[in-house]
Each structure stands twice: as structure tokens, then as C-alpha cells.
């Protein structure tokens, strides 16, 4: 019941921030989840400010269109035009990206680190701060919400589209999983 309500008042506000043209309204229905600025606060919730616009815009068009697997993205997207969705990217890849480094064992980081140069670093650089073009930065990303998402890429049970990050995170061992994303999660810079 609470999804649905929340479902039906972000479309509300969308209709309203359409009508006047300003994203600002339309943004601000994110900060819940993503916090302000889309700097997250916690760890099952990306941080999204400062991240590509063409990623951003491409992912939630894969959520929306049913392409991509989301717990709630999907849901929510679906009430949102695909110029809602465009200019959502871009307020958001125009916030500042703000890492959340988080604590890790050593032994823990050193495993990670090793993972991370052999099967992410070609994307997303050994800290995760300097990635391709189009690519997410993920340094001080969330470890929970990346450790998540690498499942989703390894599981078959999830349309996650990205052949490259599939063969990635399929690539990885198990018990890197975890280490990998508390390494990236560690990073500040």
C-alpha cells in the first residue's frame, strides 16, 4: 500500500514540475532514496549525483521499458516521460559526485584491490575514480549496494543488459565478490 501511494504522489509531483518545466520538483522526489544532491546515506542505495548523464539516462530507460531488473526503479520510472527521464540525467550528472569511503579490513582491501585490477579496472580505473567514458564512477560507492548489483550480474535470473560487466562480475570468484565491492566502497579518491 505504501508503494503504491508513494507510486501515485511522485507521479503527482511529476505532472506538476512537467507542467512548469522545472526539474527541480521532479529531483527532489529522488532525495528519499538517493538523499540530496543524490548523495545517498545509505548502503542499499546508490549515490547517483555526479554520475554520466547517458548512463543515467540509458539505465532508468532500461528500468522503465522493462529491460533491466529493479526492486522499485521500474515501478516508479514507468509513470515518468522519456523527456522526464532525460532531464533527470542530466540535473543528476550535474551534481558534484561525493564519495562515502567505508571501513575495511586490510586483508579484506587487499583481496578486493586484486579482484578489482583483474576484472574492473579496464571500466571503471583500479580506484574506481577514474572510468571510462559513460561509465559510473563507484569509488566511495556504497559497498552493500555494489556487492548487490555484482549478485544481479553474476545471477542469470536477472535481465541486467551490460554484456561486458556480465562477463565481468561472472568472471570474478565468489568470495571476491564482497571484497571487491568493499575495496571500491573504500575508495575516497
Known amino acids: ?3 503504491t501511494i508513494l507510486s501515485l504522489l511522485l507521479i503527482g509531483l ?3 514540475a512537467q507542467a512548469r518545466g522545472d526539474i527541480e520538483p521532479l529531483a527532489r522526489t529522488c532525495n528519499g532514496c538517493h538523499g540530496v544532491g543524490g548523495v545517498s546515506a545509505s548502503g542499499p542505495m546508490p549515490s547517483i549525483g555526479g554520475l554520466p548523464k547517458d548512463y543515467l539516462r540509458q539505465i532508468m530507460k ?3 521499458y522493462g529491460e533491466r531488473s529493479a526492486i522499485t526503479m521500474d515501478r516508479i520510472l514507468k509513470g515518468f ?3 522526464q527521464i532525460d532531464d533527470l540525467a542530466e540535473y543528476f550528472s550535474k551534481q558534484r559526485w561525493v564519495p562515502s569511503p567505508q571501513a575495511a579490513p586490510d586483508a579484506v582491501l587487499a ?8 576484472n574492473c579496472r579496464d571500466c571503471h580505473g583500479l580506484t574506481g575514480n577514474d572510468p571510462d567514458v559513460g561509465v559510473p564512477r563507484i569509488n566511495g560507492q556504497w559497498a552493500r549496494y555494489m556487492e548487490l548489483e555484482l549478485m544481479k550480474y553474476r545471477s542469470g535470473e536477472f535481465k541486467m543488459t551490460h554484456r561486458k560487466m556480465k562477463q565481468a562480475a561472472r568472471d570474478m570468484k565468489p568470495e571476491d565478490v564482497s571484497a571487491t565491492a568493499r575495496y571500491y566502497g573504500a575508495q575516497s579518491k
Do not use: E
Open 1 to 3: 500500500m505504501y508503494k
Open 111 to 118: 583481496k578486493g584491490k586484486t579482484a578489482a585490477s583483474a
Open 62 to 64: 532500461q528500468w522503465k
Open 81 to 83: 516521460s522519456d523527456d
Open 14 to 16: 511529476t505532472g506538476a
